[in-house]
């Protein structure tokens, strides 16, 4: 008879539980309550932002700042978006535009709310 421990239980619901959130973010995250996606739009990006969390009372809500930095070499590509206000809701997206053209760069987002402390991810554009 196999037996697993609790711990290799415990590692496997993880995973499960994270897979929906990798599929939905398409890079990486640090921190899984804030979820972020870019998607080409007319002229530039449209970023949506899904603050996710067991309980959306924990959830990262209210008026938050948004900040968006590309990794490595910045020249070339478009600037940085530094503390733009966005208000967020626990499981409904929220929508920034940027103009922008797709780089292919990795960008470490930043979404600092005032509920939680700051969440932070990555977004390939």
């Known amino acids: ?12 619901t993880a995973a499960a539980l994270a897979a929906p959130a990798m599929l939905f973010l398409g890079a990486g995250t640090a921190q899984a309550d804030i979820l972020a996606r870019a998607t080409a739009a ?8 899904l603050s996710d969390d067991d309980d959306p009372a924990n959830a990262p809500s209210g008026w938050c700042t948004y900040t968006s ?46 509920n939680v402390g700051p969440q932070f991810t990555t977004v390939v554009w």
């Open 42 to 49: 007319p002229g530039g990006v449209d970023v949506l932002i």
């Open 69 to 114: 930095t590309v990794r490595g070499n910045p020249i070339g590509k478009p600037l940085p978006a530094i503390n733009v206000p966005i208000y967020v809701q626990a499981r409904v997206p929220s929508r920034l535009w940027f103009p922008s053209f797709p780089t292919g760069s990795t960008w470490d987002v930043k979404v600092n709310c005032p």
């Open 1 to 12: 008879m196999a037996t697993t421990s609790i711990l290799a239980q415990l590692s496997a």
